[in-house]
């Protein structure tokens, strides 16, 4: 009689799963295509390639697990390999393939920099493994953040009384700053104190902390915008003097502005906007169905307090613009979208918008720019021109003042509207619920003829995103301004609130707009 020996169980000296009894070799079929792939590649499996030693990948994986309330068994599952060998890579006792980051990258949208897979953002990889961790979890959120800023907004209303929010959209007001009725916009009157005015909240509190990423072993970065810098700059990112909110009379349509820094905004705003989406992924749960459970994770919206006193912080608003293109009947009127890609703008990223939008601020440094460029028709006009004509940004870099009244497309437009052929609304003012962002919201109405003389020629792709066109038409023909497409765009599409709440009241207010 034979005796039957057992077989000797064996494991695969890379993922820890068993080998089949025929192979000879160390290592499973699957790891061993990972290590030819990445000899292909020319990527030794010690060192990612990009200044970031593969064993740390581990703690990439590790933090975004935790993050995303993943279970080593389900992410296992997704990368196909074993728990065990996932395990092991998190701990750091075994390296992790260039196949395998490839495939973490893909199947789990961890950024490649964080895998080894490219260079990183900033100018250096920081040498303390704590500061790494950190760095790796805060372009996590940030980026999670900008996946779900729609959604985000619309939960953060919730946190403010009912009365102070704009219906149909993620936008709050305080009492007086949404028109009943749209001014056209050159009976409102703006006045500039440029005098210092301190503020009570700038983004440096301790309550930011969590919010702002280490940059070595035992230091932080000191503003948010400093950690954006660094960690995952867009392509458009540099403080700019900018006109700041100081006093609203909207009863007597008269805004007072004083002077500050488009970083003085970011600090505060982003950093507030960065916090709700770190609660809420800490809580494990996505997005969550209401407010409430916010309330007492948010330390540094509570330091803000009233979002609508502009001594709490600085309120440097944007202008965002709803272009309605009055076609000649039966067509009708249509208005412009875009879409903001995440790459290319720091706020309102990853989300549809009006378009022109842009920040209220003056076209360079130059001190006379402050009074030449204080108006803001003048602002909407220069949008015009970067953002559907793709001329150059106004970046300061020239020592001229603009000349307005021998700029053709500011010409043109004057006239137009002398004529009543182009007409600007103002339609009041708002906050993002989300960030506490500051738009002054307006709706530019233009004739077709007018339209198709001067943006005949507008681009598709500017240095902010894409200008949406329907179909296979251009971008300039726009969506059509039917209760369909509104209703589509504000209850079922990523906005932007800005944009939404143009939309919404511009379309409550259709009968005087498109009527004038």
């Given at each position: 009689m ?5 077989a ?6 890379i993922c820890?799963?068993?080998?089949s009894r025929?192979?000879?070799?160390d290592?499973?079929?699957a ?12 990527q ?10 593969v064993?740390e990948v581990?703690v ?7 993050m995303?309330g ?10 196909r ?5 996932l ?7 075994h ?11 893909a ?11 490219s260079?990183?953002?900033?100018a250096?990889e ?5 500061a790494?961790?950190?760095q790796a ?17 619309r939960?953060t209303?919730?946190l ?16 007086g ?5 749209p001014?056209?916009l050159?009976?409102l009157?703006l ?10 909240a ?11 990423p280490l940059?070595s072993a035992?230091?932080?970065?000191a503003?948010y ?8 700059p867009?392509?458009?990112f540099?403080?700019r003097p900018?006109y700041?909110l100081?006093r609203?009379?909207?009863a007597t349509?008269?805004?007072g ?7 003085d905004k ?12 770190a609660?809420?992924l ?24 009233d979002?609508?006193?502009p001594r709490?912080?600085a309120?440097?608003?944007a202008v965002?613009t709803?272009?309605?293109?009055l076609r000649r009947?039966?067509?009708e009127p249509?208005?412009l979208?875009?879409w903001?890609?995440p ?5 309102a ?11 209220f601020q003056?076209?360079?440094?130059a001190?006379?720019d402050?009074?030449n ?12 021109s ?9 970046d300061g870099?020239?020592?001229a003042q603009?000349?307005?009244?021998n700029?053709p ?14 007409v ?5 003012l708002?906050l993002?619920?989300l ?8 709706v ?12 005949r ?10 200008i949406?066109a ?9 969506i ?8 589509r765009?504000l209850?079922?599409?990523p906005?932007?609130?800005?944009g ?9 207010q259709r009968?005087?707009?498109l009527?004038a």
């Amino acid at each position: 009689m034979t005796t039957r020996v057992p077989a000797i169980s064996r494991q695969c000296r890379i993922c820890g799963g068993q080998l089949s009894r025929y192979n000879r070799d160390d290592v499973c079929s699957a790891c061993s295509s990972d290590q030819e792939a990445a000899a292909r590649d020319f990527q030794p499996l010690h060192h990612s390639g990009a200044g970031r030693p593969v064993h740390e990948v581990g703690v990439v994986l590790r933090t975004w697990r935790a993050m995303t309330g993943q279970s080593q068994a389900d992410v296992a599952r997704r990368l196909r390999m074993t728990q065990q060998n996932l395990s092991q890579i998190e701990n750091g006792r075994h390296p992790m393939s260039f196949e395998l980051r490839r495939r973490a990258a893909a199947e789990l949208g961890i950024p490649a920099e964080d895998l080894g897979l490219s260079e990183p953002h900033g100018a250096g990889e920081p040498d303390s493994p704590e500061a790494r961790a950190s760095q790796a979890q805060w372009r996590a959120e940030r980026r999670w953040l900008n996946q779900h800023r729609s959604e985000l907004a619309r939960l953060t209303a919730g946190l403010y009384p009912s009365d102070h929010r704009v219906p149909s959209t993620p936008l709050i007001a305080a009492p007086g700053w949404i028109q009943a009725q749209p001014v056209e916009l050159p009976a409102l009157k703006l006045s500039l104190d440029e005098r210092p005015y301190a503020t009570a909240a700038d983004g440096s509190e301790p309550e930011t902390k969590p919010v702002r990423p280490l940059c070595s072993a035992e230091e932080r970065f000191a503003r948010y915008t400093s950690a954006v810098r660094h960690l995952d700059p867009p392509r458009l990112f540099e403080s700019r003097p900018s006109y700041r909110l100081l006093r609203t009379s909207l009863a007597t349509r008269e805004l007072g502005f004083g002077l500050a820094a488009y970083f003085d905004k970011l600090d505060v705003s982003e950093a507030l906007g960065h916090e709700v989406a770190a609660a809420c992924l800490h809580a494990g749960r996505g997005v969550p169905t209401s407010a409430e459970s916010l309330r007492d994770k948010l330390p540094f919206r509570e330091v803000v307090g009233d979002p609508f006193d502009p001594r709490r912080r600085a309120i440097i608003p944007a202008v965002t613009t709803l272009t309605v293109r009055l076609r000649r009947f039966p067509a009708e009127p249509s208005f412009l979208l875009h879409w903001r890609d995440p790459a290319k703008v720091a706020t309102a990223a990853g989300v549809y918008d009006v378009i022109p939008a842009g920040e209220f601020q003056p076209a360079s440094v130059a001190l006379w720019d402050r009074r030449n460029d204080f108006d803001l028709w003048r602002n909407i006009i220069r949008e015009y021109s970067e953002q559907l004509l793709g001329t150059p940004e106004h970046d300061g870099s020239r020592s001229a003042q603009i000349d307005y009244e021998n700029w053709p497309l500011y010409q043109e437009l004057e006239k137009a509207q002398e004529r009543g052929c182009v007409v600007p609304f103002f339609l009041g003012l708002g906050l993002d619920a989300l960030t506490l962002a500051a738009t002054i919201l307006t709706v530019v109405v233009i004739d077709d003829d007018i339209f198709s003389r001067l943006f005949r020629k507008a681009i598709r792709y500017n240095d902010e995103g894409e200008i949406v066109a329907v179909g296979d038409g251009r971008p300039a023909e726009g969506i059509p301004f039917t209760s369909a497409a509104v209703d589509r765009l504000l209850q079922s599409e990523p906005m932007a609130s800005p944009g939404a709440a143009c939309l919404a009241l511009a379309w409550q207010q259709r009968d005087r707009i498109l009527g004038a």
